[in-house]
């Protein structure tokens, strides 16, 4: 089973960067579409940004212009670069991957709809 590992999160100052990664897990074949979440306390969770496979980009609004997203194939890694930090970024960040495909003894097995296990966001002086 495929597993999303994030790191990178923690507090910082307005006005700072930090530097989020997911990593999958499992021997990949290939990865299909790849975004970043946030859900702040008391909000529903809201797409950040999105990477194709092809790595076409797509940003919310409220990102655009301070986040970048980016991903490293040959890793299983998507990074979210996040810029110019504001207290309205504080949320936990998940990483979703839409489709892997993994090798094992039978030959090519898909995992759809992965969610990471959320990393904490603090942006606060």
């Known amino acids: 089973q495929v597993q999303l590992v994030e790191s990178g999160g923690g507090l910082v100052q307005p006005g700072g960067s930090l530097r989020l990664s997911c990593a999958a897990s499992?021997?990949?074949?290939?990865?299909?579409?790849m975004a970043w979440y946030r859900q702040a306390a008391g909000k529903q969770r809201e797409v950040v940004a999105v990477?194709?496979?092809?790595?076409?980009?797509r940003y919310s609004d409220s990102v655009k212009g301070r986040f970048t997203i980016s991903r490293d194939n040959a890793k299983n890694t998507v990074y979210l670069q996040m810029n110019s930090l504001k207290p309205e970024d504080t949320a936990v960040y998940y990483c979703?991957?839409?489709?892997?495909?993994?090798?094992?003894?039978?030959?090519?097995?898909?995992?759809?709809?992965?969610w990471g296990q959320g990393t904490q966001v603090t942006v606060s002086s």
């Open positions: 979703y991957v839409d489709q892997v495909a993994t090798v094992n003894s039978h030959g090519l097995s898909y995992e759809y709809d992965i």
């Open positions: 499992a021997i990949i074949y290939s990865i299909g579409g």
């Open positions: 990477i194709s496979s092809g790595g076409n980009t």
